[in-house]
């Protein structure tokens, strides 16, 4: 691995999350804290949550029961609580304190204190209450990123529903896929949204989404525009909601009492519904920004984000949770301008921002002098997740965004992790594109393929002991839970990663094990491949993939997307074969160089490399409901003939 870029100072150290927990402990560095927390771990999780100011409303009598196994631990057995109650605790101690903010695309903005954010979140309550919604239904949000996306996520919660949410560029098939497995009740939608300034009619794929799901009651409606007739079963939040009384009571919830349902794509068939409980995703939420992003009250966060992604319901929980300040965005990153983004982060003094590796590929052939012209001396922290890196954008985002003095916090995960297994504290020196920590609490390793821990070796990423916000299984699907995590080594989770870990304790992904290639019997992981194309000037993006080959068993195949300027041409496809195989060797030269528009991505700008090699290979792709381009794959089809 590279040597660090970026190096501890008593600016980043002093006054944080992590020296309050090393002091309540008695521990004197963060690496003795790390080993307490998996060696103690339930001491560790009762530390964390008496300094976060978690409030019991009937407290726990055992902190873990394994009893089941670890594929189905209980956490704070006997305890009640509400993480409605928990996001907003601090309006009794802060009403007036900053909760959250929200810009839309055209420019409106709206801003909402502890103490107004509880009141709204309460004559929602009353409102669902009053539509019959009881402990237990299923509530899907099919919604763009508002302030009333936010209220009715804890609205919800608060009387003890479960919320769904959906990406809110769904169409109205993919939407309905969740509604009908959840059987929701109600859908909450906006009658629209702006991307890029046009409307997007939101309320038309709802309606539809809603009439392909028997479950489906009614639609509340948030009337973003207000000038789109409401049929029968449509109803207008600003009619139903806003003369509601503005304090409600906070229905106990059990610990493990599940109050969110968020689906995930499957390499083959439906979406996962990955279960999540009051004290296991927010506790998570919370205890890893505080833990590796360190947000500090009086603080805002802006992830750029859905709801329908877990990183949507991850920040506002979080945030709330902590006593910061949360930011929602509505629109597309680079409307009306490039310097959008940056403008967002000046105006409402950001201090954490948190972008995927894609998007900051996609910002940065934009130009430097679209940050320059902003002030960005607020930010303190960045954030990463999603998929590896490669050395360019992570290092323009390092020195050009956060001017070669702001940490990039890496995050690795999942929906049904509930957060980060990988990340990075400002406690040690971080590496470019790598993780410097397993998140505090979990238990993480790399295995061989004989289940045995290795250093300085790609192996699997595994967690050897439960944690608060693993998933309570997969909605209506226990078994298909225990084959996705639990097949490979007994009483582990195997995450589907591959990883390596040096003997200095940071970490890299290599990618999914699933995209992993082999060639002549050496495992190679495509972002490999991927970031020796791109240090090619010539090359914007690129994809690696594995197919079957008569004398290695498989060949690399890369799917590479050209910068402006560039054209295909035979002698850039040699130059781009040899800046790969000068970087990983003769033996792993690629077999074919495939010049394509753009690659398949996800809602959330992951790389679809399965749907790439099902489409080159002729073979059926599986679930495509979270793609953003079908385009990608049409012309990857015709790449291939």
């Known amino acids: 691995m590279s040597n660090p870029i970026w190096f501890p100072s008593d600016a980043y150290t002093r006054g944080s999350h992590i020296e309050a927990l090393l002091k309540h402990l008695g521990l004197d560095s963060y690496e003795a804290l790390y080993r307490f927390s998996i060696e103690q771990s339930e001491a560790f999780w009762e530390a964390t949550l008496q300094l976060l100011g978690l409030e019991w409303l009937t407290p726990y009598r055992q902190v873990l029961d394994t009893s089941q196994g670890p594929q189905w631990p209980r956490w704070f057995v006997g305890g009640q609580l509400n993480l409605a109650y928990n996001a907003l ?13 929200w810009e839309g695309e055209e420019g409106a903005v709206a801003r909402l204190s502890y103490g107004e954010l509880e009141a709204a979140v309460a004559q929602a309550a009353h409102a669902l209450e009053a539509l019959g919604i009881q402990k237990g ?7 763009p990123m ?6 009715s996520a804890l609205a919800v919660a608060q009387i003890g529903a479960i919320f769904v949410p959906i990406f809110s560029g769904y169409a109205p098939e993919a939407a309905a896929t969740r509604l009908q497995d959840a ?16 409307r997007v009619d939101l309320l038309n794929n709802a309606r539809r989404a809603a009439a392909l799901s028997p479950s489906v009651e009614k639609l509340l409606v948030v009337r973003r525009f207000g000038d789109v007739p409401l049929a029968a079963n449509e109803v207008a939040w600003d009619k139903h909601v806003l003369g509601q009384p503005s304090s409600a009571a906070y229905q106990p919830m059990d610990s493990m009492d599940p109050f969110m349902l968020i689906y995930t794509s499957g390499t083959t068939g439906k979406p996962k519904g990955t279960v999540h409980y009051h004290a296991g995703f927010p506790i998570k939420a919370a205890q890893d920004m505080a833990h590796l992003f360190d947000l500090r009250q009086h603080e805002t966060l802006f992830w750029f984000t859905d709801m329908g992604w877990m990183m949507g319901p991850w920040a506002i929980l979080g945030a709330l949770t902590i006593g910061g300040t949360v930011l929602l965005y509505e629109g597309a990153p680079d409307y009306p301008d490039p310097g959008r983004l940056w403008a967002l982060c000046e105006r409402h003094r950001v201090t954490h921002l948190g972008l995927s590796p894609t998007l900051v590929r996609a910002l940065m052939p934009l130009g430097d002098d679209w940050v320059r012209q902003h002030d960005l001396s607020s930010l303190r922290m960045l954030g990463s997740t999603g998929e590896p890196w490669n050395l360019e954008p992570y290092l323009w985002f390092f020195k050009t965004v956060g001017q070669g003095r702001v940490p990039i916090i890496n995050y690795s995960g999942g929906t049904e992790v509930g957060g980060g297994i990988l990340g990075c504290t400002a406690w040690r020196p971080i590496k470019p594109m790598g993780f410097n920590t397993a998140v505090p609490g ?7 393929g004989m289940g045995k821990p290795v250093r300085d070796e790609v192996g699997e990423l595994a967690v050897l002991a439960p944690w608060p916000g693993q998933t309570k299984g997969f909605w209506k699907a226990p078994e298909r839970y225990l084959e996705t995590y639990w097949q490979r080594f007994e009483n582990v989770w195997v995450h589907g990663d591959w990883a390596i870990l040096d003997r200095e304790g940071h970490w890299m992904i290599q990618g999914r094990s699933d995209d992993t290639l082999k060639i002549a019997g050496k495992r190679v992981g495509p972002a490999e491949y991927e970031s020796a194309a791109v240090e090619h000037p010539s090359v914007k993006e690129a994809a690696a993939i594995g197919i079957p080959h008569p004398v290695k068993g498989e060949a690399a195949v890369l799917f590479v997307v050209l910068r402006s300027g560039h054209t295909p041409s035979p002698d850039l496809e040699q130059a781009i074969s040899e800046t790969i195989t000068q970087r990983l060797g003769k033996a792993l030269k690629p077999e074919r160089i495939l010049f394509v528009p753009d690659l398949p991505k996800t809602r959330n700008a992951k790389v679809m490399r399965r749907v790439i090699r099902a489409a080159f290979l002729g073979q059926h792709p599986g679930d495509l409901s979270a793609l953003e381009n079908p385009q990608a794959v049409e012309a990857i089809q015709q790449a291939a003939r």
């Open 89 to 101: 605790h601090h309006a009794r101690t802060r009403k007036d304190a900053p909760a959250l903010i």
């Open 137 to 143: 239904d299923r509530v899907g949000l099919f919604l």
């Open 146 to 151: 508002l302030p009333e996306t936010a209220i």
């Open 183 to 198: 059987g929701a009740r109600l859908v909450i939608t906006a009658d629209g949204f702006y991307r890029r300034g046009s």
């Open 442 to 448: 979990m238990h993480a390793e790399v295995l061989d």
